[in-house]
């Protein structure tokens, strides 16, 4: 019963959308699609799955939005056997909790220094993007095929509800197709502007509150670390949308980077105080070690150059981050021995493998 | 949409009827299922998540559901379910020991009209009160006293004997008579002149 | 016979048998103390039963049934409890192959979450997926800020 009931739900999920002939595509749609958060007000249901380090975890969120206060999320994990989890975002925060303990987090709300028009952009620069129209729920949407012009990024499909702008069902697949995400609205009610307005914060809720990071130049870095980080030397397409930000008691620097559609973030450490990540493999490159951690449509790769250690996470193939880790200067292990022989190992491994 | 849910129906989903007919009984019992779930857990976004919850495990169990039987017995059954496994997952206890019945608790009326309290602000110091029973404690007093079940009724909500929803009933209503002694000693006064 | 406990709620509420409750009448006729908690059950259970009932948000029964209350049914969604029916049928087949990295480090939830954080704001970045990823990565034993 299960698996035709798998496939009936996929088939469900296939009928609700009818492609029609591809038109030209309409950034118009995008930039709506990126500022319809600020303007429609819904409640919702939401299927969530994504695929992290090859085990899915799918929810079923309910979601309540109004832009005159935020959005509230309460997840339903249907894998993994986990408890609920509410998040809810407003202008100047966010809280994450599980409802019954009452515990959890709060964190400030990011300022990006782009604006989405600007992101889109990027996006334009660096995606091709096709548009055709369709159906989703009973509501007339336009289907976004967001294909990248270099190696190693992702592809994005996304259905846009042509009435209010709202992406309704999003799929991303990296490149190499093995991983992805998917999100869909299964019910979706529009409501009026203010519809939440007497929806208030729990008060009882134990929170660990996480501090504000501080915005920093390179000159203000260099005199706290005695030090200038290192530049990455990033992929094409990417620019910064964040200032560096001092974190972590200000013992790291961070930095978000974005292409118009993927996200890239460089965290440094002074390399005294920091360790390869328990779990990744290592990679022997030309200049060194770097060690790899996959996580479903996310790569973290961590090395060491002049005296720190980078990690940068995105939703960029492995060769890719290994590529940028070359760039930038890789820093060698301490045993050249070692490390030669470990090169040579893996030399020979990938040439019997090719 | 009636391809979809035919989709889903011919695959064991349930049929047609058994869904138009679960909506049916949804329909007519959801606000009883509500109060329990808001009495249980005392605010009202956990209320309606319990609810949601409470439906989709009927859903899963509408098979074995009996026709012509009280659904919302049976509904109410596996709403208590649901809430009895969150709290076991809960790690910080919140719930005062029944033996303990010092004066934290208490809540004076201070209103010269009785009836007026009870008409008006009544429902805050009582939930308090109630969050404050351990919740199977508090299950038994929400079906009897607030809902007005009777004590097989109530047995069956909560499956265990009639004289075990007798005696947690009045540990209970002892425990909410300390804490709400204030509004008792009022309400009697009043009944006696 | 010795204070009667619970038959006194039991009395109040008339869910004795005759014969328990004619014991009951006799010790109460003896019993100053028990006289007064009877007396207070009463008022206890008026209280009770005169708390207006809590008004639940129309929306609720709206999500329940996928309907605009007070207008003609006509299902443009799926009920949520079906949803999660189907999809739950659709992990099973879909985890039937499941293979286990080492559980995260602490460092390294911290980046993944830190980056779904920041990813949320892309601009076709979808707030349901973004917070998932930054709210139920698995939480380290010790967690430290």
């Known amino acids: 019963m299960r698996p035709l009931a798998a496939a009936a739900l996929l088939v469900c999920l296939g009928l609700l959308v009818r492609p029609a002939a591809a038109q030209a595509p309409s950034f118009d749609l995008l930039l709506r699609a990126a500022v319809a958060h600020d303007r429609v007000a819904y409640s919702a249901e939401q299927l969530v799955a994504t695929w992290e380090g090859q085990q899915p975890h799918v929810a079923l969120a309910h979601v309540q939005h109004d832009p005159a206060v935020g959005t509230r999320l309460v997840y339903r994990p249907l894998s993994g056997g986990q408890d609920r989890q509410v998040v809810w975002h407003t202008a100047d925060r966010t809280l994450e909790y599980d409802p019954h303990t009452r515990r959890g987090r709060a964190y400030p709300a990011y300022r990006l220094q782009v604006s989405p028009a600007q992101q889109l952009a990027w996006l334009a620069r660096n995606y091709s993007v ?5 159906h989703l729920l009973g509501r007339q949407t336009a289907r976004l095929r967001i294909v990248p012009r270099q190696p190693g990024r992702p592809t994005a499909t996304v259905h846009v509800d042509v009435h209010t702008g ?11 197709g093995a991983a992805r995400q998917f999100s869909s609205f299964v019910t979706f009610t529009p409501r009026p502007v203010g519809w939440m307005r007497s929806r208030k914060v729990p008060a009882d809720l134990q929170l660990r509150s996480e501090p504000t990071p501080r915005t920093a130049t390179l000159q203000h870095l260099t005199s706290v670390f005695g030090q200038r980080p290192p530049a990455v030397q990033l992929p094409d397409g990417f620019s910064p949308v964040t200032a560096f930000l001092l974190e972590d008691r200000g013992t790291m620097v961070r930095r978000a980077y974005s292409d118009g559609l993927t996200t890239l973030v460089v965290s440094w450490r002074p390399q005294a105080a920091a360790s390869p990540p328990a779990g990744s493999r290592v990679v022997y490159r030309p200049g060194g070690p770097v060690w790899v951690r996959s996580s479903g449509l996310r790569q973290l790769v961590y090395w060491q150059y002049a005296g720190w250690a980078i990690t940068l996470v995105a939703e960029l193939s492995p060769d890719v981050l290994l590529a940028v880790a070359d760039r930038t200067g890789i820093q060698p292990a301490p045993s050249t021995l070692d490390f030669l022989l470990e090169w040579l190992r893996s030399r020979l491994a990938t040439d019997s493998d090719a | 949409m ?26 007519a019992h959801w606000r009883s299922a509500y109060r329990f779930a808001y009495r249980l857990t005392g605010n009202p976004e956990e209320a309606a998540d319990l609810v949601q919850e409470a439906a989709e495990e009927a859903f899963r169990a509408f098979s074995r559901f009996r026709p012509g039987t009280r659904f919302d017995r049976w509904w109410l059954r596996i709403l208590y379910n649901s809430f009895v496994d969150r709290t076991r ?12 019945l010092s004066g934290d608790m208490r809540v004076t009326a201070s209103w010269a009209d009785p009836e007026a309290a009870l008409e008006q602000q009544l429902d805050g110091p009582v939930q308090r009160a109630l969050d404050a029973l351990p919740p199977e404690f508090r299950a038994v007093v929400v079906l009897v006293d607030l809902e007005g ?32 002694r204030g509004y008792v000693d009022a309400l009697r006064r009043g009944e006696l002149g | 016979m010795r204070h009667p406990q619970d038959l006194l709620s039991g009395y109040v509420d008339g869910a004795l048998s005759a014969h328990e409750a004619a014991e009951v009448a006799a010790h109460l006729a003896e019993c100053p103390s028990c006289r007064e908690t009877v007396s207070d059950l009463r008022a206890l259970r008026r209280l009770l039963a005169a708390v207006p009932p809590p008004d639940p948000d129309p929306e609720l029964l709206a999500r329940l049934l996928q309907v605009d209350p007070g207008t003609r049914r006509h299902r443009l969604n799926v009920p949520r409890w079906l949803a999660v029916a189907a999809a739950t049928a659709l992990l099973a087949v879909v985890s039937a192959r499941v293979s286990h990295l080492p559980p995260a480090s602490g460092p390294v939830v911290r980046e993944l979450r830190e980056h779904a954080r920041l990813a949320t704001h892309a601009p076709l970045n979808d707030l349901g997926l973004a917070s998932f990823l930054s709210a139920i990565l698995q939480e380290p034993v010790e967690d430290n800020p």
């Open chain 1, 130 to 134: 096709t548009s055709a129209p369709s």
């Open chain 1, 166 to 176: 709202l992406i309704l069902r999003s799929e991303r697949t990296s490149a190499d």
């Open chain 2, 2 to 27: 009636e391809a979809e849910a035919g989709a889903l129906a011919s695959q064991g989903a349930g049929t047609e009827d058994a869904q138009a007919e679960f909506s049916r009984l949804v329909e």
């Open chain 2, 89 to 100: 997952r809960q790690r910080r206890q919140s719930y005062v020991p029944l033996d303990d």
């Open chain 2, 149 to 180: 079940l009777s004590y097989e009724d109530a047995a069956r909500v909560l499956r265990c004997p009639p004289g075990t929803v007798r005696s947690r009933l009045h540990r209970g209503r002892l425990a909410l008579r300390e804490w709400l």
